[in-house]
């Protein structure tokens, strides 16, 4: 090999590295959330939950949860929460999930749609985009705007409070009712 072709293949590789090297200069290091790792990770799965006397808590549905290392917290992807009551289970879905470590605390984000029973006495569902769920109270709340409806009934405001087991709901400000009576037949 000619001291011409030792020089020449140098400058092809100082070629590859310094295009490689201005190409990866736009991309920033990973962030600590992307680096952070899960303890583990569950794919389209159903998790009962029980409470402390033992019965049924909450039911979730959901393609992906993970569990945070660190804070051990949980992560849900589009989840689906059925919430045991008196005349059928409640159903709560949104884009996102999140549980508290102990458990007692979900916060639900982005689409939060929630539904009774539908064979209840008298169906109700409500639409936000941020709820806070209590299981161990069996109570729901959020201080962002929500509609609420139940036959005849159509309710917007800013906040609820939602007791899911007795059906008591309150809506906290800005409250405006629109009556849609039935036609006859």
């Known amino acids: 090999m000619s001291w011409r072709t030792g020089l020449g293949l140098l400058l092809v590789a100082a070629l590859v590295s310094g295009w490689s090297a201005w190409r990866m200069r736009g991309r920033d ?54 919430v045991p009551a008196e005349q059928g289970p409640w159903r709560l ?28 006495g008298m169906p109700t569902s409500f639409r936000t985009t941020r709820l806070e769920l209590l299981p161990d109270q069996d109570l729901a709340r959020t ?15 800013t906040g609820l409070q939602a007791n899911l087991k007795s059906r008591q709901y309150r809506l906290l400000s800005k409250v405006r009712t629109r009556y849609e009576p039935s036609a006859r037949r």
């Open 29 to 82: 290091a990973p962030t600590a959330a992307q680096a952070q790792r899960s303890d583990y990770v569950l794919r389209d799965f159903e998790l009962v939950v029980l409470g402390k006397d033992g019965a049924e808590s909450v039911r979730l549905q959901a393609p992906q949860l993970q569990r945070s290392r660190e804070d051990r917290s949980l992560d849900i992807a589009t989840p689906l929460f059925l």
């Open 93 to 120: 879905r949104a884009d996102r999930g999140w549980v508290s470590p102990e458990a007692d605390r979900v916060r639900l984000d982005g689409n939060v749609a929630g539904d009774s029973d539908p064979a209840a």
């Open 143 to 157: 201080d962002q705007p929500v509609e609420l409806r139940q036959p005849g009934i159509i309710q917007t405001g």
